[in-house]
């Protein structure tokens, strides 16, 4: 693995690796694929400007630190905006097997565990954070 830093503001070590980047590329791959025309973001790459109202946001390794420790709080985030507001977000957990995901009406948790579903998805009372309900608009 190649450990590299950013440079950022009060920040003296702020690492991004290999697997940051080559994450975050795959991600954008696979959301290109089937949306070519919205735009993304991502903290690795910057952004693919298009004139879209959507635009998608990518964090592939939220918690980089965690992850070259091998300690289990770190994630993947990807979010959907529309016209500069959230609409839906996503973060998976990969080492623990949890994956959190919200549209604006609903927060939902599936735990895969042993790369099994363990059937405990529980639906949760919408959050104020989102404002638009992405299936009126998407």
């Known amino acids: 693995m190649n450990i590299d830093t950013k440079i950022k503001q009060r920040m003296r070590f702020d690492p991004v690796t290999?697997?940051?980047?080559?994450?975050?590329?795959?991600?954008?791959?696979?959301i290109q694929e089937v949306y070519p025309t919205r735009a993304i973001t991502?903290?690795?790459?910057?952004?693919?400007?298009?004139?879209?109202?959507?635009?998608?946001?990518?964090?592939?390794?939220d918690g980089t630190r965690p992850f070259l420790c091998g300690l289990p709080v770190w994630g993947c985030l990807i979010?959907?905006?529309?016209?500069?507001?959230?609409?839906?977000?996503?973060?998976?957990?990969?080492?623990?097997?949890?994956?959190?995901?919200?549209?604006g009406q609903i927060v939902v948790l599936w735990v895969f565990r042993n790369h099994e579903n363990e059937d405990k998805?529980?639906?949760?009372?919408s959050s104020s954070y989102f404002t638009c309900n992405c299936s009126k608009i998407c």
């Open 18 to 30: 290999n697997v940051d980047r080559e994450t975050e590329l795959l991600l954008r791959n696979k």
């Open 79 to 103: 979010g959907l905006l529309y016209e500069g507001k959230a609409v839906m977000g996503m973060m998976s957990q990969p080492y623990t097997g949890d994956r959190f995901w919200s549209d």
């Open 42 to 61: 991502g903290e690795e790459w910057g952004r693919l400007a298009d004139n879209s109202p959507f635009e998608w946001i990518i964090d592939p390794i």
């Open 121 to 125: 998805t529980r639906s949760y009372a």
